[in-house]
């Protein structure tokens, strides 16, 4: 069965103080790893795709990184303003020809100052 | 920057009673989907769209269900007979071809009394 899982469920982090999230993947036919950031009654905001292992992705604070089972997200000396819950999708084929996304069931980060 | 827009925002319904989602993807993209979040739970996919027909459809799509490009710009979502477990979040999302980044609207929250 498809399946996402990502860990920690919640990480507590001063600011400035460097981590990683996780997401690992079983998934027949990758297409594609997303991460996403969601803000509280918004819609996920995308950050980054991934297609190979291998790969990797930067935007300012936040690095994304893909092995064949597993990805990370790695942030970089945090900030308050990254607060957030990080959801890892998966894109894989599906029943009928198309495609499918797989959600995990997020990190949520909280960063203090 | 082009975004994805929702609307309601909030839509209440009695059970038992239709509801009409409303989306508006981005104007170049060609691929349509529906999630929805049940509070506290993971973002589930629900159906993607792409050429006026269904490309892919999740368990959860039953016949209670339907998609429709009505014209130009909207697309939609039909639940006929909600049902209490229908609360949740809806999302919509659009992308240029699949395995691209798909944006997110900010949601419709479906309450069922």
């Known amino acids: 069965e498809d399946q996402v899982t990502q860990s920690p469920e919640a990480l507590r982090l001063q600011e400035g103080e460097s981590s990683s999230l996780n997401c690992s993947y079983t998934v027949s036919g990758l297409r594609g790893l997303f991460w996403y950031r969601q803000d509280p009654g918004k819609g996920p905001e995308f950050l980054f795709t991934l297609y190979s292992a291998g790969e990797e992705k930067e935007k300012e604070r936040l690095k994304a990184t893909l092995t064949k089972k597993e990805s990370f997200l790695h942030i970089t000396a945090p900030k308050p303003e990254d607060s957030a819950t990080y959801l890892c999708?998966?894109?894989?084929?599906?029943?009928?020809?198309?495609?499918?996304?797989?959600f995990g069931a997020g990190t949520r980060l909280f960063v203090k100052a | 920057e082009p975004e994805v827009t929702q609307t309601p925002s909030h839509q209440v319904t009695q059970m038992g009673q239709e509801v009409i989602l409303r989306c508006v993807p981005i104007s170049n993209h060609l691929y349509f989907y529906w999630y929805r979040q049940i509070l506290g739970q993971k973002v589930e996919f629900l159906v993607s769209?792409?050429?006026?027909?269904?490309?892919?459809k999740s368990e959860i799509f039953d016949d209670q269900f339907s998609v429709e490009r009505p014209d130009g710009s909207n697309f939609t979502l039909k639940i006929r007979s909600t049902k209490l477990e229908d609360s949740a979040m809806y999302f919509c999302a659009s992308s240029v071809v699949p395995n691209q980044p798909q944006h997110f609207g900010d949601g419709t929250r479906l309450s069922i009394l």
């Open positions: 769209f792409y050429n006026n027909e269904i490309s892919e």
């Open positions: 999708a998966v894109q894989a084929g599906g029943n009928t020809g198309g495609f499918k996304t797989i």
